[in-house]
């Protein structure tokens, strides 16, 4: 059973997001916070697998809880919660060692995968939040680019394809999908990557595939 704990100081997001996740017999919602300060005490108490954190709550907010949670539960997977115009926190919330973003507008299913992606030791990225978090590297000074760049140079033709479509946000199935290919090579091409690439996981992959240029427009439907 998948231990969750929801922090978000709104009563109705708190109710969508456990009526969409207590629909699955091995999801379980443990304990929902209405602010940081909570969500670090409940955590403590309840030692979830996967905590979902709203960026914007009172005593302390989301990002801040993050680096708390980190410290004191660090197996406790965190994920953010965030909006369309919160993408200005996401490389803050980088820095904090979350696991992953998703949108709170984001499909039901992406929501229940994403939780069963982090609580596995993987990692879950939005296709619309990693559109944004492109953009803003491409912002990004030189130096940067030039760094991803000789990193992924030393990885295989494949494993630059597969690097780019999981910073696109796809799914191992997706890419197995998209590539003709069973989902466990997948599995075998991203643990090589995130080795070879020195990463915890797929979000700080994804980052060192946009910095290198491996992630196009197109890659995330855009």
């Known amino acids: 059973m998948i231990r969750v704990l929801l922090a978000d100081d709104e009563t109705i997001i708190r109710a969508g997001v456990r009526s969409i996740l207590t629909t699955e017999p091995d999801i379980e919602v443990v304990a929902e916070a209405t602010n940081g300060r909570e969500a670090v005490e409940l955590a403590r108490r309840h030692r979830p697998h996967v905590v979902l954190l709203d960026i914007r709550m009172p005593d302390i907010d989301g990002l801040t809880a993050a ?3 980190r410290a004191t539960n660090p197996d406790s997977a965190v994920v953010i919660l965030t909006t369309f115009g919160e993408d200005k926190y996401i490389e803050r919330a980088l820095d904090q060692g979350v696991a992953g973003f998703l949108l709170k507008a984001s499909d039901p299913r992406d929501l229940i995968s994403g939780v069963r992606a982090v609580a596995s030791g993987g990692a879950c990225l939005s296709p619309l939040v990693a559109r944004r978090l492109m953009t803003e590297l491409r912002r990004a ?11 992924t140079a030393l990885l295989t033709k494949r494993e630059q394809e597969v690097l780019g479509m999981l910073g696109a946000g796809l799914s191992n199935a997706q890419i197995a999908e998209r590539l003709h290919l069973v989902e466990g090579t997948i599995k075998t091409y991203v643990s090589a990557i995130l080795n070879q690439l020195g990463v915890r996981n797929r979000v700080q992959a994804a980052i060192i595939a946009y910095e290198a240029g491996l992630v196009t427009r197109s890659d995330l439907g855009g």
């Open 67 to 69: 680096g708390e949670l």
């Open 141 to 151: 000074p030189t130096p940067r680019a030039d760094v991803s760049g000789d990193r």
